[in-house]
């Protein structure tokens, strides 16, 4: 598809949102994932719909206070294997030092991040990802090509044992007779890429995939959460100082007791890190609690945390620098400092699931506190 025209598919998903055949919902969803950017699919919804925009106008604000503390209550997980992550926990740290190639917000609308953009042939067998060329590893090598080639592949093989598997399936994988039999003495079936050129590097910044079967859902499937883009020269582990594209690096982590990510300052080895007193009572009140106050005091901590990622969404796009630090209380330490030109955006698309699952948390269970002071 060139870049002067849309996608053969838009001016039908445009036809029926017109005639109300769809909602504007799913055209936001569908047009974006065709490649369409967010805030013309936005536009054409409100357009289209014969709503007005759905662009909130602007509000006046003062300035944004500088410094402050923000902490949440969160378990601090083995974090060595994010190719293997099984729990959102993981995943918000881990993504505080890497990034994905797409990112789905809570609109349900997915748009770039190591990507630039992609593109989809007419028959959605084929989609070309176009890399962005101003990202750097916190080593100071050029982000490129290979970088994401090596991470699909290695997500993708059956051995590395990633929940990313499930979701190419039927797109990129094939099942074969991998050579063991279980316990009733039946064939065990593997996966591996249905063709070599499966996943294809055109060029440096140029990635293609060319799947065996139509798939519409490939831009959001990159934010599957263990599909953190990791540096290939690391092996798939990640420990503290490891090389990644995020706005942090890990330099301290004990699982189950505390870890510390700093801010990746431009110019210097690492950036001002803020680390509160270790307040053991706290630890040991919370021990006193039974597990059903426990389990509630989690669920209002998640609920808490997706809050805070989309008001620090909205703060990284200010200029203004601010100091934020994160605690994971309990029995867990992890201590962050960060400023609003950093990229954390938005939270993961199953900590959004979670977290309206755990909306009714008790409100006398405080398990996450934010303050933010000038």
Same mark, same amino acid.
Request: proline share 4%; with cysteine; glycine share 8%.
């Given at each position: 598809?060139?870049?002067?025209?849309? $996608?053969?598919?838009?001016?039908?998903?445009?036809?029926?949102?017109?005639?109300?055949?769809?909602?504007?919902?799913?055209?936001?969803?569908?047009?974006?994932?065709?490649?369409?950017?967010?805030?013309?699919?936005?536009?054409?919804?409100?357009?289209? !719909?014969?709503?007005?925009?759905?662009?909130?106008?602007? =509000? *006046?604000?003062? *300035?944004?206070?500088?410094?402050?503390?923000?902490?949440?209550?969160?378990? =601090?997980?083995?974090?060595?294997?994010?190719?293997?992550?099984?729990?959102?926990?993981?995943?918000?740290?881990?993504?505080?030092?890497?990034?994905?190639?797409?990112?789905?917000?809570?609109?349900?609308?997915?748009?770039?991040?190591? =990507?630039?953009?992609?593109?989809?042939?007419?028959?959605?067998?084929?989609? @070309?990802?176009?890399?962005?060329?101003?990202?750097?590893?916190?080593?100071?090598?050029?982000?490129?090509?290979?970088?994401?080639?090596?991470?699909?592949?290695?997500?993708?093989?059956?051995?590395?044992?990633?929940?990313?598997?499930?979701?190419?399936?039927?797109?990129?994988?094939?099942?074969?007779?991998?050579?063991?039999?279980?316990?009733?003495?039946?064939?065990?079936?593997?996966?591996?890429?249905?063709?070599?050129?499966?996943?294809?590097?055109?060029?440096?910044?140029?990635?293609?995939?060319?799947?065996?079967?139509?798939?519409?859902?490939?831009?959001?499937?990159?934010?599957?959460?263990?599909?953190?883009?990791?540096?290939?020269?690391?092996?798939?582990?990640?420990?503290?100082?490891?090389?990644?594209?995020?706005?942090? @690096?890990?330099?301290? &982590?004990?699982?189950?007791?505390?870890?510390?990510?700093?801010?990746?300052?431009?110019?210097?080895?690492?950036? %001002?890190?803020?680390?509160?007193?270790? &307040?053991?009572?706290?630890? /040991?009140?919370?021990?006193?609690?039974?597990?059903?106050?426990?389990?509630?005091?989690?669920?209002?901590? $998640?609920? /808490?945390?997706?809050?805070?990622?989309?008001?620090?969404?909205?703060?990284?796009?200010? !200029?203004?620098?601010?100091?934020?630090?994160?605690?994971?209380?309990?029995?867990?330490?992890?201590?962050?400092?960060?400023?609003?030109?950093?990229?954390?955006?938005? !939270?993961?698309?199953?900590?959004?699931?979670?977290? %309206?699952?755990?909306?009714? %948390?008790?409100?006398?269970?405080?398990?996450?506190?934010?303050? =933010?002071?000038?």
């Amino acid at each position: 598809m060139s870049d002067d025209r849309e $996608h053969r598919h838009i001016p039908t998903l445009k036809r029926e949102l017109a005639e109300r055949r769809i909602g504007r919902r799913e055209f936001l969803r569908t047009a974006t994932l065709l490649g369409m950017a967010a805030p013309a699919a936005y536009e054409l919804a409100g357009t289209l !719909s014969g709503s007005q925009s759905l662009f909130a106008p602007a =509000c *006046a604000q003062g *300035a944004i206070p500088k410094g402050g503390t923000i902490r949440i209550g969160m378990r =601090c997980q083995d974090l060595k294997s994010p190719h293997t992550y099984s729990w959102v926990e993981s995943s918000n740290a881990g993504r505080l030092v890497y990034d994905y190639l797409t990112v789905t917000g809570v609109d349900n609308v997915t748009r770039p991040s190591l =990507c630039a953009k992609w593109e989809a042939t007419e028959d959605l067998k084929s989609w @070309t990802l176009q890399l962005r060329r101003d990202v750097k590893w916190h080593s100071g090598r050029q982000f490129t090509a290979d970088d994401v080639v090596w991470n699909l592949k290695r997500v993708l093989d059956a051995k590395t044992g990633s929940s990313v598997l499930g979701l190419f399936k039927g797109f990129l994988l094939e099942e074969y007779d991998g050579g063991e039999k279980d316990s009733k003495g039946a064939a065990k079936k593997s996966t591996r890429l249905w063709d070599a050129s499966a996943i294809e590097k055109i060029d440096d910044f140029t990635v293609r995939l060319n799947g065996k079967a139509p798939q519409l859902a490939v831009p959001e499937n990159l934010f599957h959460y263990p599909l953190m883009i990791l540096d290939p020269e690391g092996g798939g582990v990640h420990k503290v100082g490891a090389n990644g594209t995020g706005p942090f @690096t890990m330099v301290e &982590d004990e699982v189950g007791r505390e870890g510390d990510e700093r801010e990746r300052q431009v110019g210097t080895d690492m950036g %001002a890190i803020v680390s509160p007193e270790r &307040d053991d009572g706290l630890d /040991q009140g919370q021990e006193r609690h039974g597990a059903e106050n426990r389990e509630d005091g989690e669920r209002a901590a $998640h609920v /808490q945390l997706i809050r805070l990622y989309h008001q620090l969404s909205r703060l990284n796009q200010r !200029s203004t620098r601010s100091s934020v630090t994160w605690s994971w209380l309990r029995t867990s330490r992890i201590t962050l400092a960060t400023s609003p030109a950093s990229m954390l955006s938005s !939270s993961a698309r199953s900590s959004s699931v979670r977290s %309206a699952s755990w909306s009714r %948390a008790r409100s006398s269970q405080r398990a996450a506190v934010a303050r =933010c002071a000038p």
